[in-house]
């Protein structure tokens, strides 16, 4: 015979916890009156401090460095940059009514000098200040007859040779001092009277004469420096022209002692 012992169920005890608990806690809302607000004029100013902070950022991080690495040559940049200023507003302010007859200027090289009666004489024929005729002996040739450069032009006043008829001789000083001032002439009322102008277009040609200084090419710029200088300073009364001077030291020199060998003056 079987015996079944009957068992006890187990005694379980329930001991209550938080863990045993179902929690729910209070929801907090916060709504943007409960923010604490920012005045209008303050938010401004802080846009603004947050744009000059940033724009002094950026100027240290691009600008700064390049200023630094640029130094030894600030005031060779300056003078440049002077230089340019004045002579752009030159080409628009040389504008001196040329006068007829008379002497030349001293401050010329003695191989221009060498050529002041015909200098005056062919100023007189073209209505020219002696002085602007003078001026252009003085940059094209220093007075010296057969000059002729790399490119072709020719004589006293460096005339190129399609401004010449056939048959006739490019180095002849009349013919020459003919073709060039006449050519000259044309580039003076093409600028209404304007004697840089007309210079920038004699070395240049009739386009240069009838643009300024950003559109010409560099011998042009240069060639317009010279010789507003030049001229400005022989027509001022000076005896002596600092331009002239640093045209000699950038090379003119041996253009005239090329000339002043060629006249016998030395």
């Known amino acids: 015979m079987t015996i079944y012992e009957q068992t006890a169920p187990p005694i379980v005890w329930t001991v209550e916890s938080p863990l045993n608990e179902y929690y729910e806690e209070e929801t907090i809302r916060i709504d943007y009156a409960d923010l604490p607000q920012v005045d209008p004029i303050q938010q401004r100013m802080i846009g603004i401090l947050l744009f000059v902070t940033i724009a002094v950022v950026?100027?240290?991080i691009l600008v700064l460095p390049n200023l630094l690495k640029s130094g030894d040559g600030e005031t060779a940049v300056s003078t440049a940059n002077n230089t340019t200023t004045q002579s752009d507003n030159r080409a628009e302010s040389v504008d001196i009514a040329p006068a007829v007859g008379g002497i030349i200027s001293p401050v010329f090289s003695p191989?221009?000098?060498?050529?002041?009666?015909?200098?005056?004489k062919w100023a007189a024929a073209y209505n020219l200040d002696p002085n602007i005729v003078a001026t252009i002996m003085q940059i094209e040739s220093c007075g010296d007859p057969q000059a002729i450069s790399g490119a072709g032009a020719q004589g006293l006043f460096q005339v190129m040779p399609f401004h010449f008829t056939t048959g006739e001789d490019m180095l002849n000083p009349e013919t020459n001092a003919s073709r060039g001032m006449a050519y000259y002439a044309e580039r003076l009322q093409q600028?209404?009277?304007?004697v840089g102008q007309a210079f920038a277009g004699y070395n240049g040609g009739h386009v240069a004469a009838g643009t300024t200084w950003d559109n010409w090419a560099n011998e042009t710029q240069r060639y317009f420096t010279w010789s507003t200088g030049i001229y400005e300073e022989a027509t001022s009364g000076m005896t002596e022209s600092p331009t002239l001077q640093q045209w000699m030291a950038a090379g003119g020199a041996s253009l005239c002692s090329q000339a002043s060998n060629r006249l016998g003056l030395q």
Request: no cysteine.
């Open 191 to 194: 600028t209404s009277g304007n």
């Open 111 to 120: 191989e221009v000098q060498h050529w002041a009666p015909q200098i005056s």
């Open 58 to 60: 950026a100027f240290a």
